[in-house]
């Protein structure tokens, strides 16, 4: 049984910085592409940034690049996200997604297409 679970969410000032953290148990971890979605009640789902299967491959939404790094250690079977300079439109429910073995999309990462999802934590920038 797949289970993803992240870690790292919480209340942060402007212009700081928190390190998401997701890790996926029962499949093999470097077999498959991951990524970061994030939801405001109300609005789809959408791709933050997503990894291939070695980390050697990134993408980023463009309201993010320049101040998100995504990352995994495929050792620790898990996967970060480092945000950078927060502002109040990046706060949002974020969660980890895990693609079907094999499919890594080069230029989006469509939550549609994700297999398993963690329950989500809370990241809330205030101004």
């Known amino acids: 049984q797949v289970q993803v679970v992240e870690s790292g969410g919480g209340l942060v000032q402007a212009g700081g910085s928190l390190r998401l953290s997701c890790t996926a148990s029962?499949?093999?971890?470097?077999?498959?592409?991951m990524g970061w979605f994030r939801q405001d009640p109300g609005k789809e789902r959408e791709g933050v940034s997503c990894?291939?299967?070695?980390?050697?491959?990134?993408i980023y939404a463009d309201s993010v690049k320049g101040r998100f790094t995504i990352s995994r250690d495929n050792a620790k079977n898990t996967l970060y996200l480092q945000m950078n300079s927060l502002k109040p439109e990046d706060t949002a429910m974020y969660y980890c997604?895990?693609?079907?073995?094999?499919?890594?999309?080069?230029?989006?990462?469509?939550?549609?297409?994700?297999?398993?999802w963690g329950q989500g934590t809370q990241v809330t920038v205030s101004s």
């Open positions: 997604g895990v693609y079907p073995r094999g499919l890594y999309y080069t230029t989006r990462c469509p939550p549609e297409k994700v297999n398993y």
């Open positions: 029962g499949l093999t971890f470097d077999d498959y592409a």
């Open positions: 990894i291939n299967w070695s980390g050697h491959s990134t």
